[in-house]
């Protein structure tokens, strides 16, 4: 059985290590990022404490993608890879999508218009990639 310790820096580990995930973004942005996948992930873990490691795994695996998931999809958002409405509509489904996996499917989650009236702030040129993290962040449940 591996130590709960070590599974939480494993998945640490592979978050920071995966460049593919925050490239897109600066520096601050990416570090805003990283943080909210780290917290998510250290949360999503420690919910498989008392799990021998098959099980921990088979728990943690769909959910721990969908945190990489949407952490690469905010972030091509967030540099303003979405730039027309039309794409940012199955933007908005698959990070739905994602939350419900990451935070369960009994959790509170934002309505596809607040989604739609946050993810439409890219076209304002005013707000940074770091702000716009921030302004997603806020309409999320918190880590735990």
């Known amino acids: 059985m591996t130590d709960f310790g070590t599974r939480i820096?494993?998945?640490?580990?592979?978050?920071?290590?995966?460049?593919?995930?925050?490239?897109?973004?600066?520096?601050e942005a990416a570090t805003e990022l990283l943080n909210w996948g780290i917290s998510n992930a250290k949360s999503i873990v420690t919910k498989t404490q008392d799990l021998d490691d098959f099980s921990a795994d088979l728990a943690l695996l769909p959910r721990l993608k969908a945190v990489?998931?949407?952490?690469r999809s905010i972030g091509n958002w967030a540099a303003?890879?979405?730039t027309d409405a039309e794409s940012r509509l199955p933007l908005r489904d698959k990070l739905l999508q994602n939350f419900k996996v990451i935070f369960g499917e009994d959790s509170q989650l934002p309505s596809a218009e607040k989604m739609d009236a946050v993810l439409n702030q890219v076209e304002d040129q005013a707000n940074t990639p770091s702000l716009l993290i921030l302004k997603l962040k806020?309409?999320?449940?918190p880590a735990g």
Do not use: A, W
């Not at 820096?9 to 520096?27: F, K």
């Not at 990489?68 to 952490?71: A, D, E, I, K």
């Open 9 to 27: 820096e494993r998945v640490i580990e592979e978050m920071t290590g995966n460049e593919s995930l925050l490239d897109m973004l600066d520096t």
């Open 68 to 71: 990489r998931q949407s952490m």
């Open 80 to 82: 303003g890879k979405y």
């Open 138 to 141: 806020e309409l999320l449940p």
